[in-house]
Protein backbone atom coordinates (compact mmCIF):
# COMPACT_ATOMS: atom_id res chain seq x y z
CA UNK A 1 0.00 0.00 0.00
CA UNK A 2 3.03 2.45 1.05
CA UNK A 3 4.44 1.53 -2.65
CA UNK A 4 1.39 2.33 -4.39
CA UNK A 5 1.15 5.61 -2.69
CA UNK A 6 4.45 7.11 -3.91
CA UNK A 7 3.40 5.79 -7.54
CA UNK A 8 2.60 8.40 -10.24
CA UNK A 9 -0.91 8.88 -10.77
CA UNK A 10 -0.46 7.34 -14.71
CA UNK A 11 1.31 4.36 -13.06
CA UNK A 12 -1.71 3.60 -10.57
CA UNK A 13 -4.32 4.38 -13.16
CA UNK A 14 -2.54 1.78 -15.38
CA UNK A 15 -2.29 -0.56 -12.57
CA UNK A 16 -6.21 -0.12 -11.73
CA UNK A 17 -7.15 -0.57 -15.34
CA UNK A 18 -5.25 -4.00 -15.44
CA UNK A 19 -6.72 -5.31 -11.92
CA UNK A 20 -10.14 -4.01 -13.54
CA UNK A 21 -9.50 -5.54 -16.75
CA UNK A 22 -8.62 -8.99 -15.09
CA UNK A 23 -11.86 -9.00 -12.82
CA UNK A 24 -13.86 -9.06 -16.58
CA UNK A 25 -14.94 -12.48 -17.80
CA UNK A 26 -14.53 -11.38 -21.61
CA UNK A 27 -16.05 -14.17 -23.66
CA UNK A 28 -19.70 -12.41 -22.17
CA UNK A 29 -18.98 -10.06 -24.48
CA UNK A 30 -19.84 -12.19 -27.11
CA UNK A 31 -23.11 -12.76 -26.19
CA UNK A 32 -23.83 -9.12 -26.02
CA UNK A 33 -22.53 -8.79 -29.35
CA UNK A 34 -25.75 -9.53 -31.44
CA UNK A 35 -27.86 -7.11 -29.30
CA UNK A 36 -25.29 -4.33 -29.49
CA UNK A 37 -25.51 -4.67 -33.39
CA UNK A 38 -29.18 -4.57 -33.32
CA UNK A 39 -29.37 -1.41 -31.01
CA UNK A 40 -26.33 0.64 -33.20
CA UNK A 41 -28.34 -0.11 -36.47
CA UNK A 42 -31.78 0.66 -35.25
CA UNK A 43 -31.01 3.06 -32.74
CA UNK A 44 -28.04 4.98 -33.08
CA UNK A 45 -27.69 4.77 -36.59
CA UNK A 46 -31.33 6.59 -36.51
CA UNK A 47 -30.12 9.27 -34.56
CA UNK A 48 -27.08 9.72 -36.04
CA UNK A 49 -28.91 10.83 -39.41
CA UNK A 50 -31.41 12.63 -37.90
CA UNK A 51 -28.70 14.71 -36.10
CA UNK A 52 -27.13 14.93 -39.70
CA UNK A 53 -29.97 15.74 -41.20
CA UNK A 54 -30.55 18.82 -38.71
CA UNK A 55 -27.41 20.77 -40.03
CA UNK A 56 -29.04 20.87 -43.97
CA UNK A 57 -32.05 22.85 -45.04
CA UNK A 58 -34.11 20.03 -46.56
CA UNK A 59 -37.31 19.47 -47.69
CA UNK A 60 -37.36 15.96 -48.40
CA UNK A 61 -37.31 15.53 -51.81
CA UNK A 62 -34.69 17.68 -53.41
CA UNK A 63 -30.82 17.91 -52.27
CA UNK A 64 -30.12 19.74 -48.93
CA UNK A 65 -28.13 22.38 -48.46
CA UNK A 66 -25.39 22.89 -45.35
CA UNK A 67 -26.62 25.14 -42.97
CA UNK A 68 -24.81 24.04 -40.21
CA UNK A 69 -26.48 25.11 -36.60
CA UNK A 70 -29.00 27.21 -38.41
CA UNK A 71 -31.56 24.74 -37.77
CA UNK A 72 -30.35 25.57 -34.12
CA UNK A 73 -30.12 29.35 -33.99
CA UNK A 74 -33.92 29.21 -35.68
CA UNK A 75 -35.12 27.01 -32.66
CA UNK A 76 -33.95 29.53 -30.14
CA UNK A 77 -35.56 32.40 -31.70
CA UNK A 78 -38.94 30.72 -32.37
CA UNK A 79 -41.38 32.04 -29.71
CA UNK A 80 -43.79 28.92 -30.07
CA UNK A 81 -41.27 26.21 -28.70
CA UNK A 82 -41.18 27.60 -25.32
CA UNK A 83 -44.37 27.08 -24.93
CA UNK A 84 -44.71 23.59 -26.30
CA UNK A 85 -42.24 23.10 -23.59
CA UNK A 86 -44.21 24.74 -21.13
CA UNK A 87 -47.57 22.36 -22.01
CA UNK A 88 -44.22 18.92 -22.31
CA UNK A 89 -44.17 20.16 -18.39
CA UNK A 90 -47.80 20.47 -17.00
CA UNK A 91 -47.92 17.17 -18.95
CA UNK A 92 -45.37 15.44 -16.85
CA UNK A 93 -47.79 16.22 -14.28
CA UNK A 94 -50.48 14.30 -15.65
CA UNK A 95 -48.43 11.39 -17.02
CA UNK A 96 -46.18 11.16 -14.23
CA UNK A 97 -47.05 12.57 -11.15
CA UNK A 98 -50.93 11.95 -10.83
CA UNK A 99 -50.50 8.33 -12.18
CA UNK A 100 -47.29 7.62 -9.54
CA UNK A 101 -49.32 8.69 -6.84
CA UNK A 102 -52.69 6.74 -7.89
CA UNK A 103 -51.02 3.81 -8.30
CA UNK A 104 -48.91 4.12 -5.12
CA UNK A 105 -52.65 3.98 -2.91
CA UNK A 106 -54.29 1.79 -4.97
CA UNK A 107 -50.74 -0.59 -4.32
CA UNK A 108 -51.03 0.38 -1.03
CA UNK A 109 -54.65 -0.36 -0.60
CA UNK A 110 -54.52 -3.91 -2.70
CA UNK A 111 -51.70 -5.13 -0.47
CA UNK A 112 -53.46 -4.28 2.65
CA UNK A 113 -56.48 -5.49 2.46
CA UNK A 114 -57.84 -9.41 1.19
CA UNK A 115 -59.33 -8.19 -2.50
CA UNK A 116 -61.84 -10.81 -3.84
CA UNK A 117 -60.95 -11.47 -7.58
CA UNK A 118 -57.32 -9.65 -7.01
CA UNK A 119 -56.13 -10.86 -10.07
CA UNK A 120 -59.47 -9.47 -12.56
CA UNK A 121 -59.28 -5.76 -10.94
CA UNK A 122 -55.62 -5.97 -12.11
CA UNK A 123 -56.14 -6.89 -15.32
CA UNK A 124 -59.04 -4.21 -15.54
CA UNK A 125 -57.21 -1.73 -14.03
CA UNK A 126 -54.29 -2.15 -16.48
CA UNK A 127 -56.26 -2.42 -19.49
CA UNK A 128 -55.76 1.25 -20.73
CA UNK A 129 -52.25 0.67 -20.66
CA UNK A 130 -52.86 -2.51 -23.16
CA UNK A 131 -55.26 -0.38 -25.76
CA UNK A 132 -54.05 1.35 -28.95
CA UNK A 133 -53.36 5.22 -28.22
CA UNK A 134 -56.04 5.98 -31.19
CA UNK A 135 -58.76 3.53 -29.63
CA UNK A 136 -58.09 6.00 -26.66
CA UNK A 137 -58.23 9.25 -28.26
CA UNK A 138 -61.05 8.32 -30.18
CA UNK A 139 -63.57 7.00 -26.85
CA UNK A 140 -62.05 10.25 -24.73
CA UNK A 141 -63.46 12.64 -27.69
CA UNK A 142 -66.70 10.93 -27.49
CA UNK A 143 -66.57 11.63 -23.89
CA UNK A 144 -65.77 15.11 -24.13
CA UNK A 145 -68.20 15.42 -26.49
CA UNK A 146 -70.81 18.20 -25.95
CA UNK A 147 -73.24 16.17 -26.31
CA UNK A 148 -70.91 13.44 -25.05
CA UNK A 149 -71.71 11.52 -21.39
CA UNK A 150 -69.90 13.60 -19.24
CA UNK A 151 -71.67 16.76 -20.49
CA UNK A 152 -75.21 14.58 -20.13
CA UNK A 153 -74.25 13.49 -16.37
CA UNK A 154 -73.32 17.05 -15.55
CA UNK A 155 -76.90 18.26 -16.85
CA UNK A 156 -78.44 15.31 -15.44
CA UNK A 157 -77.27 16.58 -11.77
CA UNK A 158 -78.12 20.06 -12.17
CA UNK A 159 -74.43 21.24 -13.04
CA UNK A 160 -75.49 21.83 -16.89
CA UNK A 161 -73.65 25.35 -16.54
CA UNK A 162 -70.14 23.52 -16.09
CA UNK A 163 -70.91 21.22 -19.38
CA UNK A 164 -68.89 22.52 -22.03
CA UNK A 165 -66.88 21.29 -25.23
CA UNK A 166 -63.94 20.37 -22.75
CA UNK A 167 -61.54 19.51 -25.95
CA UNK A 168 -62.09 22.72 -27.81
CA UNK A 169 -62.09 25.01 -24.50
CA UNK A 170 -58.74 27.26 -24.35
CA UNK A 171 -58.78 26.44 -20.53
CA UNK A 172 -59.97 22.88 -20.32
CA UNK A 173 -58.06 21.29 -23.09
CA UNK A 174 -54.70 20.53 -21.89
CA UNK A 175 -55.92 19.27 -18.22
CA UNK A 176 -58.81 17.19 -20.37
CA UNK A 177 -55.77 15.45 -22.71
CA UNK A 178 -53.66 15.01 -19.42
CA UNK A 179 -56.17 13.22 -17.33
CA UNK A 180 -56.29 10.48 -20.59
CA UNK A 181 -52.96 10.80 -20.44
CA UNK A 182 -53.44 9.47 -16.00
CA UNK A 183 -55.72 7.27 -17.23
CA UNK A 184 -53.47 5.74 -19.59
CA UNK A 185 -50.37 5.54 -17.40
CA UNK A 186 -51.79 4.95 -13.70
CA UNK A 187 -52.20 1.35 -14.51
CA UNK A 188 -48.75 0.45 -15.40
CA UNK A 189 -47.16 2.78 -12.10
CA UNK A 190 -50.02 -0.03 -10.02
CA UNK A 191 -48.78 -3.13 -11.37
CA UNK A 192 -45.15 -1.71 -10.90
CA UNK A 193 -46.08 -1.30 -7.47
CA UNK A 194 -47.88 -4.41 -6.71
CA UNK A 195 -45.00 -6.31 -7.79
CA UNK A 196 -42.97 -4.37 -5.53
CA UNK A 197 -44.85 -4.73 -2.57
CA UNK A 198 -44.96 -8.67 -2.93
CA UNK A 199 -41.15 -8.50 -1.90
CA UNK A 200 -41.40 -6.33 1.08
CA UNK A 201 -41.16 -8.85 4.13
CA UNK A 202 -44.65 -9.67 6.32
CA UNK A 203 -41.93 -9.09 9.70
CA UNK A 204 -41.65 -5.65 8.71
CA UNK A 205 -45.37 -4.64 9.05
CA UNK A 206 -45.72 -6.77 11.81
CA UNK A 207 -43.16 -4.73 13.47
CA UNK A 208 -44.57 -1.88 12.33
CA UNK A 209 -48.15 -3.13 13.79
CA UNK A 210 -46.46 -3.77 17.03
CA UNK A 211 -44.91 -0.24 17.13
CA UNK A 212 -48.37 1.43 16.79
CA UNK A 213 -48.24 2.14 13.29
CA UNK A 214 -51.66 2.56 11.95
CA UNK A 215 -52.21 2.24 8.10
CA UNK A 216 -50.58 5.87 6.63
CA UNK A 217 -47.76 5.62 8.91
CA UNK A 218 -47.23 1.93 8.08
CA UNK A 219 -47.41 3.09 4.32
CA UNK A 220 -44.69 5.74 5.04
CA UNK A 221 -42.61 4.14 6.97
CA UNK A 222 -42.33 0.71 4.98
CA UNK A 223 -43.93 0.64 2.22
CA UNK A 224 -42.89 3.75 0.35
CA UNK A 225 -39.09 3.27 1.14
CA UNK A 226 -39.05 -0.39 -0.32
CA UNK A 227 -40.66 0.94 -3.23
CA UNK A 228 -37.63 3.42 -4.14
CA UNK A 229 -36.56 1.32 -7.38
CA UNK A 230 -40.11 0.56 -8.42
CA UNK A 231 -40.94 4.47 -8.33
CA UNK A 232 -37.60 5.50 -10.31
CA UNK A 233 -38.70 3.14 -13.08
CA UNK A 234 -42.16 4.40 -13.24
CA UNK A 235 -41.43 7.90 -13.16
CA UNK A 236 -38.36 7.25 -15.86
CA UNK A 237 -41.12 5.35 -18.02
CA UNK A 238 -43.51 8.09 -17.39
CA UNK A 239 -41.65 11.20 -17.43
CA UNK A 240 -40.27 9.69 -21.18
CA UNK A 241 -43.79 9.11 -22.07
CA UNK A 242 -44.62 13.03 -21.19
CA UNK A 243 -42.22 14.29 -22.87
CA UNK A 244 -42.38 12.32 -26.31
CA UNK A 245 -45.93 12.82 -26.02
CA UNK A 246 -47.55 12.69 -29.44
CA UNK A 247 -49.88 10.79 -30.28
CA UNK A 248 -52.80 11.49 -28.14
CA UNK A 249 -52.53 15.10 -28.36
CA UNK A 250 -52.69 14.49 -32.20
CA UNK A 251 -55.85 12.11 -32.19
CA UNK A 252 -57.26 14.84 -29.43
CA UNK A 253 -56.47 17.98 -30.27
CA UNK A 254 -54.11 18.13 -33.02
CA UNK A 255 -52.32 20.78 -31.15
CA UNK A 256 -55.28 22.95 -30.08
CA UNK A 257 -57.52 24.82 -29.91
CA UNK A 258 -54.63 27.41 -30.96
CA UNK A 259 -51.65 25.78 -30.01
CA UNK A 260 -52.70 25.42 -25.95
CA UNK A 261 -52.11 21.89 -26.08
CA UNK A 262 -49.08 22.08 -29.02
CA UNK A 263 -45.80 19.67 -27.83
CA UNK A 264 -42.47 19.88 -29.57
CA UNK A 265 -43.73 16.49 -31.22
CA UNK A 266 -46.23 18.28 -33.32
CA UNK A 267 -44.01 20.51 -34.67
CA UNK A 268 -41.44 17.40 -35.45
CA UNK A 269 -44.82 15.72 -37.45
CA UNK A 270 -45.93 19.32 -39.09
CA UNK A 271 -42.08 20.00 -40.27
CA UNK A 272 -41.47 16.64 -41.44
CA UNK A 273 -44.59 15.51 -42.94
CA UNK A 274 -46.83 18.71 -43.65
CA UNK A 275 -44.59 21.82 -44.26
CA UNK A 276 -41.64 19.68 -45.34
CA UNK A 277 -39.03 21.16 -43.18
CA UNK A 278 -37.05 17.99 -42.95
CA UNK A 279 -34.10 19.77 -41.50
CA UNK A 280 -35.89 21.72 -38.46
CA UNK A 281 -38.31 18.77 -36.76
CA UNK A 282 -35.12 16.80 -36.83
CA UNK A 283 -32.75 19.92 -34.90
CA UNK A 284 -36.24 19.59 -32.93
CA UNK A 285 -35.94 16.02 -32.50
CA UNK A 286 -31.81 16.03 -31.16
CA UNK A 287 -33.12 18.55 -28.88
CA UNK A 288 -35.58 16.44 -27.33
CA UNK A 289 -33.41 13.82 -27.54
CA UNK A 290 -31.48 15.24 -25.49
CA UNK A 291 -33.84 16.66 -22.90
CA UNK A 292 -35.32 13.31 -22.75
CA UNK A 293 -31.76 11.73 -21.57
CA UNK A 294 -31.06 14.94 -19.34
CA UNK A 295 -34.28 14.21 -17.37
CA UNK A 296 -34.02 10.68 -17.30
CA UNK A 297 -30.87 10.93 -15.88
CA UNK A 298 -31.27 13.61 -13.79
CA UNK A 299 -34.27 11.16 -12.12
CA UNK A 300 -32.29 8.23 -11.83
CA UNK A 301 -29.21 10.10 -10.18
CA UNK A 302 -31.99 11.98 -7.68
CA UNK A 303 -33.17 8.26 -7.04
CA UNK A 304 -29.98 6.52 -6.33
CA UNK A 305 -28.72 9.11 -4.22
CA UNK A 306 -31.21 9.16 -1.96
CA UNK A 307 -30.40 5.26 -1.80
CA UNK A 308 -26.30 5.63 -1.15
Known amino acids: MVR ?3 EPPAHRRRHGLRAW ?12 LPAAIVYTLFVLRPLGQTAWISLFRWDGLTEGRWVGLGNYRALLSDTRIPAAIGHSL ?13 GL ?14 SFFRAVLFLPQILATVVVAVSWRWLYDIDGPLNAALRAVGLGSLARAWL ?13 GTWVMYGLCMVLFLAGTQKIPTELY ?6 GCGPVREFFTVTLPALRGEMSIALVLTITYALRNFDLVWNTTTGGPGTSTTVPSVFIYQGAFLTHEVGGAAAISVCLTAV ?15 EG
Not at 91 to 102: I, K, R
Not at 105 to 118: E, Q, T
Not at 168 to 180: C, E, K, N, R
Request: glycine share 8%; proline share 4%; hydrophobic share 55%.
Open 21 to 32: AGRQYWPALWYL
Open 105 to 118: FLAALMSRIRVYGL
Open 206 to 211: ESARID
Open 4 to 6: ADH
Open 168 to 180: GDYHTALPSVGLV
Open 292 to 306: VLMVTGLVMRLVRGK
Open 90 to 102: EFVVFYALLPVAL
